[in-house]
């Protein structure tokens, strides 16, 4: 059997319960196969120099069968391959915000100088049938690093966030030698078939690429295998997390202080991609045009603290304060106050009991890979009695979630209609669409997620059309 490497930015200890979803689903196949886990540590090595940096030790720790490997990264290297690159210009180009993209070619030389760190740190620890699974935007051009130094084995990626149109792709400087990077990899898995289709109409477009049978596309002479692998949750994890004593309490709470109000909520980081400002304004036109959901709506919006040194945030985090602040002095009663805002992060084993407690949920990103939070407060319902479900049609998940009331979060006022025919929407409506949901979120769970991909690229050389 094959040992998996899996790559990404960031490691998590799969067997602590703060990991995520990511390494609960990576857990399985790197325990059966002896694995490795690589990436940065999240520290600043204290040198200043490089050279000294790069040589500086692994911290390689192997607890069961799993190892972690991780490396300190320079200041500089941080500032310019993370927050500038990665999260000033990957992150806002593929959520189709080329305003708030900082091109800078001092970031894109350190994105490039960090891949190939990456890439010379983990050849030191790969074995010639390892299967290498590289995770999301950070490490665009490992594959082809590594390739360049020799290295011959399976290479998968995953993108976890969108890919943008071409014209979109084509305001980075360097999309093409982005795009090219991808052809050195096996196989490159998209979070949504928009995504795929995306990616087939740039490198059809910019670099002549054809279509070489349903999955392949052949460009760079290089055939990669392409597809959608839509991310999933882990339900049995989120539903034991549902019954266990701090979701119950957690629910009862909840139900107790707002027993005469529907709960409206939002979960996110406090991204710009996610929506918040607009998910306000559509709420405050609710109140607006229904006046009745006056005093009986509360909205409990939670907004988990994120890349407070990317500037753009700050701006996000001070509008957000007034939009709220001025909803509830508009609206607000002795006794209610429409929006509860809370710029905080909620412990994991606390959400499933606060999505159960919701009557809706507003999932309304502006563009969004997936958006796991939509999965996990289908799987937090009771069926005998569920919430209801208002997604953005820009997030990758309404290519599954069709049961779900889908909305254009730019039109404010659909977005408000939306959210008053989640509120009033009849019982038996709300079980048939909420169990069509909870089928699809079970059948396509994170386990799946990761198998069908592991299995993909596996068989990446077999699956090769013919005339190839
Ligand atoms: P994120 O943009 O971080 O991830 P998302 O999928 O919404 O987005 O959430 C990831 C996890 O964070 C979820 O498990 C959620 O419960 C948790 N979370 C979010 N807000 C929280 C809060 N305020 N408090 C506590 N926990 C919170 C990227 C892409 C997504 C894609 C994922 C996975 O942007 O589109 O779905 O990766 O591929």
Not at 118 to 126: G, Y
Request: hydrophobic share 40%; with cysteine.
């Amino acid at each position: 059997m094959n040992r998996l490497v899996v790559v990404s930015n960031r490691t998590a200890d799969p067997r602590k319960p703060a990991a995520g979803g990511l390494a609960v689903a990576l857990r399985e196949s790197l325990e059966r196969t002896g694995g490795v886990w690589f990436g940065w540590s999240g520290k600043l090595g204290e040198t200043v120099d490089r050279e000294a940096a790069e040589q500086s030790d692994m911290r390689v720790r192997t607890t069961g069968n799993v190892t972690l490997a991780t490396f300190d990264l320079t200041r500089e290297d941080h500032d310019t391959y993370y927050l500038g690159y990665s999260n000033g210009v990957l992150w806002p180009v593929c959520h189709y915000r080329l305003d708030l993209a900082k091109f800078d070619t001092r970031f894109a030389k350190g994105y490039r100088r960090v891949n190939q760190l990456f890439a010379r740190k983990l050849l030191t620890l790969l074995k010639p049938d390892d299967i290498i699974w590289v995770h999301d935007y950070h490490l665009i051009p490992l594959a082809a690093e590594l390739r360049a130094a020799g290295c011959k084995n399976r290479i998968g990626f995953f993108l976890h966030i969108p890919m943008p149109p071409p014209l979109i792709m084509a305001a980075i400087p360097e999309h093409e030698w982005l795009m090219r990077s991808l052809f050195a990899y096996d196989l490159v898995g998209f979070q949504a078939q928009s995504d795929v289709t995306h990616f087939s109409h740039y490198v059809e477009a910019e670099a002549g690429a054809v279509r070489w049978g349903p999955n392949h596309l052949r460009a760079f002479d290089r055939t990669l295998q392409v597809g959608a692998y839509p991310i999933g949750i882990d339900v049995e994890e989120f539903v034991s997390l549902a019954e266990a004593q701090d979701g119950r309490d957690m629910f009862a709470r909840m139900r107790g202080e707002y027993s005469r109000r529907r709960l409206l909520l939002g979960v996110d980081r406090l991204d710009y991609s996610k929506g918040l400002p607009q998910r306000i304004h559509a709420f405050r036109q609710l109140l607006e045009r229904h006046p009745e959901n006056r005093d009986s709506a509360t909205l409990i919006q939670i907004a988990s603290p994120s890349r407070e040194d990317v500037g753009a945030y700050d701006d996000l985090r001070r509008e957000m304060d007034s939009l709220c602040g001025a909803i509830n002095g508009d609206f607000g009663e002795l006794d209610w106050m429409p929006v509860r805002y809370i710029h905080r992060n909620v412990a994991r084993k606390r959400l499933p009991g606060l999505y159960r407690a919701g009557r809706v949920a507003l999932v309304t990103p502006l563009r969004d890979g997936m958006n796991l939070v939509a999965k996990e407060f289908i799987a937090a319902q009771d069926p005998a009695d569920p919430g209801m479900l208002v997604l953005s049609r820009f997030a990758g998940a309404a290519e599954q979630l069709k049961e779900a009331l889908l909305v254009n979060p730019y039109d404010t006022q659909g977005t408000a209609e939306a959210i008053h025919r989640a509120l009033t929407m009849p019982l038996t409506e709300r079980i048939s669409r909420h169990s069509a949901l909870l089928n699809r979120v079970r059948k396509q769970d994170v386990h799946w997620w990761s198998e069908t991909f592991l299995k993909a690229l596996a068989g990446t050389e077999a699956a090769l059309p013919k005339t190839s």
